[in-house]
């Protein structure tokens, strides 16, 4: 779900509930104010628009709650740091999305949960995931298992042809790294999907 609400929260509580009706595993979401991700003097009109696309932390944690009493595993993205002790408790896996991956102090309170990490690739190159993988596995050595850290291969743009999916990444990360590799699809349609998931 990310910010698809944008900043609507009954309508983040439908689309959660036709995710529970899909009968979905985790339910991701995006944790942040405008102010922990733009600087409102550096740029006032991008802090405008990502303070209308805020949840306020009631609301996260009764989605968190909602999909808990479903059975169903609430995940978020945290933009904020001051956001990791209240929305800790109800967050099984981080995901770390493309953009920061080399936000190191974000890198390293995540870690510091010892919850499993999510780390989608779609900004770096291969020294910086060798490095961050490094990174992680000193701050938590659970980092270094399969169990506790995921890469997906990712292509940072909206959308993308299938031709720039780059799926040959996928192998080559799962020996180089020994982790748990997975793939976040920009993709239209499921070609890329399909062919992600069988290899």
């Known amino acids: 779900i990310g910010g698809n609400h944008e900043g609507n929260f009954e309508y ?5 509930q036709l995710a529970i009706e899909a009968d979905v595993d985790f339910i991701k979401y995006q944790v942040y104010t405008g102010d922990s991700i733009v600087n409102p003097v550096e740029s006032p009109d991008r802090n405008a628009h990502f303070k209308k696309f805020e949840l306020t932390p009631e609301q996260h944690i009764q989605l968190a709650e909602l999909c808990r009493s479903h059975g169903i595993g609430y995940m978020a993205s945290v933009w904020d740091m001051a956001a990791f002790d209240w929305i800790d408790p109800y967050i099984r896996v981080y995901k ?9 102090p ?25 490095d961050i993988i490094h990174y992680l596995g000193q701050q938590n050595p659970v980092y270094t298992q399969a169990s506790h850290l995921a890469l997906l291969q990712c292509t940072s ?11 040959a990444v996928i192998p080559e ?14 993709t239209e349609g499921t070609l890329a999907l399909e062919t992600a998931v069988a290899m």
């Open 96 to 104: 770390v999305g493309s953009g920061d991956l080399t936000a190191l």
């Open 157 to 167: 743009m909206y959308p993308i042809p299938l031709e720039d999916a780059n799926l």
């Open 12 to 16: 983040a509580l439908r689309l959660t």
């Open 106 to 130: 974000f890198l390293e309170k995540t870690a510091s949960t010892g919850k499993p990490i999510i780390l989608s690739l779609g900004l770096s190159h291969q020294d910086e995931v060798i």
């Open 173 to 186: 990360l799962k020996r180089q790294t020994g982790l748990t590799i997975g793939y976040s699809d920009h």
